[in-house]
């Protein structure tokens, strides 16, 4: 470590010793490219424009198998659950074990922190 980033590691740890140890700030900027890279090939984030898979705009507080538009798995459309930060993270996790028999055929993205990004750049999406 060079001296030009021990103010920056100084930061990071501080801010880690006053969030329990977990810092995790969400980067939307960071979630658009992960978007891109991860989810882009099968949905939009314009408002009507379905693909593969539906449309995510507005997807943040919509009830999921909700979007009149798209045709949704019949496990999906009846799964009960609505889109917020914990189930998003949850269900980018490993989306099958979430609501089996969906017709999402992603694996699911691991890495925490990239999940926080995603979800903070798709509640931006509205």
Known sequence: ???RHLPIAIFVA???WLGGGHASAQ???AGAAIFKSQCGI????????????PSLFGVVGRPAGNLPTYHYSPATRS?????DAATLDRYLTSPGTVIPH??????GL???QMRADLIAYLSTVH
């Not at 099968?42 to 898979?53: F, T």
């Not at 799964?79 to 889109?83: H, V």
């Open 14 to 16: 501080g801010i880690a």
């Open 102 to 107: 969906t017709i999402m055929t992603y694996g």
């Open 1 to 3: 470590m060079t001296m």
């Open 27 to 29: 980067d939307a900027a």
């Open 42 to 53: 099968c949905h939009a984030v314009a408002e009507g424009r379905n693909m593969v898979g």
């Open 110 to 112: 691991q890495d925490a």
């Open 79 to 83: 799964s009960g659950l609505t889109w």
